[in-house]
């Protein structure tokens, strides 16, 4: 036990707190292995048979090669079963509180004199009391009659468990100091930690055998791997990252038993020491004693689990140009295979580093170290965004694991109620939206609204509204729909990219394959089935086959994809959002055929969008001028600072599954009223005597969209209520989409001139004052009926009228069109006709 | 600096030593050297750049490491393949009374008393490799510096280091060592005989024999690497696929390999640690001492002390064109694309477009004339610029190559793939052989992380469990019978030639001024003045309004076209006149297009 004298020994080494923030493990050199027996010695005089105190992580041996050590690095279960008993059984813990009491704050009045980890001002019975005094005492609500921790280890009795699990927001909640000290030298404190949960254990059941052990989780702040450095050495750190790997499970032996191959004596047990068994050199038996002649006997060894898992930083802990950082986890015992490759999780432990030996046989050590996380507490993180949903589903267990949201995950749920409050939260996300992609503001609403979705409806009679919102952008070539598509798609939680002319039908919903291996027949998942809960982008749409977009029929309304084939009959959830684009027919879009004639949809697949957006180009001057400016600024300016008040797309992402999964608005008395009287007054336009089959009629299906629209908007500002004004514009959206002002109802076709949509909010508004100027000097001007007055001199008139502002005839054309369309005055060529 | 008490070159660690016993003498703590340099780099700094030490450091390839030293002063040229992590040492530790130093080596000089107090820093790990691509002119040639050790060496010597090393290596290797060995004696001897012509013809015939050399060498030079130990530089200082030069003490210690037969369970499990996969018998160490970032310029034998003055860069210009032109069997208008393909790069990245490339696809190749022209442009872009990469697509290619780099979790090493390339690389993609087939799934992988690069310029890493997109910066060129619908290039032009006449020779000194002023021209900046702007705008407008299928991604080329030829005359701000070429160019370009339908 005595000679600690190999640098490894640091890693046991206490730690002295004046030399931490340079090199931990600095000082412990000077004299090592002086204190490491002071210290045994004087603790075994305070709690009479305990194993070493530092035994759960076991000082590496002296000279840790790579192959032979390892049996002691690691909490010596196995090993210490055989031990506690006896230290259970005795109540030797004689300095200890008398056993009955679990009140009194005097529990642990030592009267021998204070005793310091080696090297730090911790002293050990001071650490001792606090502990006891932590769990014994720690409420989470005043209420509570017995100790959360008292609970705790009560139920880890009954169910015989093996460990205590220990929030450490909880011991900085009730000892901050305590928690201070745990972090920062977790191999002393965690030692006295395990003594005290054995002390408290055997006074309860004196008979209870096993060791429990306390697993800290939760600490207050997690360190990025990245920033790992020497410093943290030796203390107590928190990790998120995602499992890459995990080794075959290697025993570890804990005790050994040797055979005298002589006489066939069986040796006692013998405990591994420091990573090493010592083998006996002379035979055991009195009558024997012959040299040299013992030999392991491996079946009656004992052995302890061990893996080796190696974590890798999630992508976006990552810097830019930069490959991910990995680190070797060590777990022990219960904690082997509790995470599988791919796994998310956060882990606690104690980072270690050990020295590497140039060769097996050589004792010379390199001056390198490897570094690797002895680990205390695993959990699966998984709050990555495509789980948002799948945690509100089975809420109870989710709510269980999460009571533990990290402080900044607080924060940023506070920072996302504040920005929601904002007034012009609405335009700020919209201009957030794929913020390169010029105008198009309808649009960008529209897709927005897809992204937050309506809320999903399930009668109690198994009739289901579906919540998600599917929308078709239609429109000429070059209108940037593909560049939405892919923003949306790298947005969204969860959802695929594909295109049209590669997709089939199969490729979308699912297939059966053999199994090449076991020849069984499989059901392998399409597009739509793996974008389940989140958004399935299909671009080129008018170029799938119409035996594919046959398949979309179920998907978009039930919301499943069934099966039927190769005796496989399933029906598969694909709870999508269809964002697909398409272009008119004949690729442009043709001003002289309908709205309809020009998608060439079938019209049971096109009500099944709520959301139809024409896109069109349309040869304007200044929607070209804002278009030459975007490229030209694309390519002389900085990027970086072109915009500034957008939000940055983590933040949004982080914006939209905040309120995917917490907010759930319900219809307002007064929205719902506003919704019917809307409704009503669409379905009379769209009967429009003589309009036929030319316009979109409002279908049943869209009242739904409304409704979903509305909740999607009322969600965008983090409200439970679908108010008014939601209602409202879920309208305009929906009208604008289909160009339905534009649309002359008794052809179908759409007035091009007045299309607004990709039209910005400033400029509608200057064309609707545009029109209401006219209109007031037509009033003025004119006479009902009276003779017709030529657009010139309506011209003059209005820039008499709007000093300073300029005013083009087109502009005056448009708004006179407008007013035309009205019904307030007719055109003839040139010249304007009040009615 | 007269007399230094040690010799930078051959002792560079006693340099180490010594400034670090100065800085303990002076007082310092060493324990607040973490992270921290004190005064060895500024030394090296000094000695190299200002002192113009940096010649005299041999570069390591692999024909230089048969004779360079341990523990000696070299450079290596290379681009991050890879990145290891941090490691982990005993950077301070105290020997009796005396502070020592590991700084910069991998085993301590000094035995370290086990009980002795010690200090543990960090350095970063990163796997380098020689700039995919490289050619055989860029290449450093070997002759630039002398071997110092050549005479001081004994053939003895040498025999027992590689005997040391048959362990690992067969017979095989030994004769190609020979071999080296016997190459590497016959240029010495040349170089020496010409240490009295002119530079310019030395450089020349240098060329030739590095090329020569290449041959020889190219098996190993593939799987040559290099692992290099990076101290106190900030992460974000060094990037994957940078290229840069490292000056450091060189490592390479036959005594390691002991590690990899021996490991067991527990090296199994940390091992993944690709350190067991990298002995250091076989790849060599660098500990860096000084790093700095490459261009294309640094690799450039040789730089005209050509101004930028305009008559100079128009008469360049134009003969560089000519020569395109005669390539590309008299298609001018071919060649002028050409020229400004080359010259284009990334300049800015705004969400997920890339502004500033500019790929082209040469149409209208039939059988014939892709081998003649394909052929022939490889090798006139292969002598005018550093790095360049040829992939002649086939169905069969597709479904078996990796293209993108893939990490491997069973080494814990990013596998490179062809993709993986340095900024500035060129990638040429012969469409012309491919044939109708079907595209397995490997192929139809390829085939999106070929369009992801030519459309934004991103190359999709595989990390097993998720993807992750790497920006780069290449210059992509197909070349394809009709319009390629697989790879969507920035620019499509029928590619017309008249004449079949090979193109006549040229001289190696006009190549090299081509490949200088390729260089330079490429890393000009560019503004606008704001009248201009208007201009551009105004026109841009116009054309719209005449042509409705123009989208913003044929406006966005025009301006990158304006960039890219203002900077083919060596100006940095866009003119009225460049801006008229642009339109021309452009008008020239369409033409062809329709007149081809």
Redesign the interface.
Known sequence: MASDSSPANIHGGPLSPDSLASSPIGNTFSSPGDSRRQKRGRRSSYATPPPPPDSRFATPDATPTPSSTNPRRGRGRGRRSSTTPTAAATPSSTDDAPPSSDAGDGDDIDEAPPMYVWGTNISVQDVNAAILRFLRHFRENPQQIEGKYMQAINHVIEIEGESLDVDAQDVYDYDSDLYTKMVRYPLEVLAIFDIVLMDMVSRINPLFEKHIQARIFNLRSSTSMRNLNPSDIEKMVSLKGMIIRCSSIIPEIREAVFRCLVCGYYSDPIVVDRGRINEPTICGKQECLARNSMTLVHNRCRFADKQIVRLQETPNEMPEGGTPHTVSLLMHDKLVDAGKPGDRVEVTGIYRAMTVRIGQTQRTVKSIFKTYIDCLHLKKTDKSRMDVEEQMETEDRANRNDNDFSVDYEDKVEHLKEMSKQPDIYTRLTRSLAPNIWELDDVKKGLLCQLFGGNALKLPSGASFRGDINILLVGDPGTSKSQLLQYIHKLSPRGLYTSGRGSSAVGLTAYVAKDPETGETVLESGALVLSDRGICCIDEFDKMSDNARSMLHEVMEQQTVSIAKAGIIASLNARTSVLACANPIGSRYNPRLSVIDNIHLPPTLLSRFDLIYLILDKADEQTDRRLAKHVVALHFENPENSDHNVIDLPMLTAYVSYARKHIHPKLSDEAAEELTRGYVEMRRRGNFPGSSKKVITATPRQIESLIRLSEALARIRFSEWVEKPDVLEAFRLLEVAMQQSATDHSTGTIDMDLITTGVSASERMRRDNMVSTTRSIIMEKMQLGGPSTRLLELLEELKKQSAGAEVHLSDLRNAVATLASEGFVAIHGDSVKRI | MVGLPYDCLSNPLGAVRLTFEKAVASGSDP??F?GKDWGAADLFHDFLFDNGGLSQVPMLNPSTLKWVQPNTLVRFRGMIQ??L??????GAHKDGDIWRT?KF????QFP?A?????????RRLLYCIPVPGQNSWAEFSPEAVKNPYTNSLSPQREKRQREDDATMSDVDMQDSCHELQASLSAKKMREDEMDFQPLNSQKTATEETSSNASLVLDAETKSFSCLVKIYDSP??NL????VFEFVGIFTFDP??T??KD????????????ALLHLPSSKVPRLHCLVHRKLAINDFLSVCPTLELKSNAVKELREALVGHLTAVLGNDRVTAQYMLLHLLSRVH??????A??KLSLNLTCFNKESASVFGNRLKLAIENLLPFTHYLPLTVDYLNTVSLSPK?D??T?R?VSGVLQLAEGSHLTIDETELQAGTLNSTGVENASVLKSLMEFQKVEYD????K?E??ADVQLLILSEGKSNLLPADLILPFQPSSVDSPSEVDADMLKTWRWYLATMRSLP???EPDM?KV???D??AA??AD??????D??RW??MG?LISASFGETCLTMEHWQMVKELERLGRERLHGNM
């Open positions: 324990a607040s973490e890879d990145m992590g941090n490691e982990f040492y005993v590991n080596t991998d085993t301590s370290m086990p009980s002795s107090d010690m200090r543990i820093w960090e992460e974000s990037k994957l696929n940078d005594d390691l002991a590690d021996d490991s067991d369970e527990l090296t199994h499990g940390f091992g993944e640690d800015a990245r705004a969400d997920t477009i502004v500033g990490k979790y069973n814990n990013l990390f097993t469990y998720y992750m790497m920006n560019h503004s606008i702007q551009v705008e105004d841009l407008v719209r309004q409705r299928s123009l989208g913003s991604q406006l966005s301006l990158t960039r």
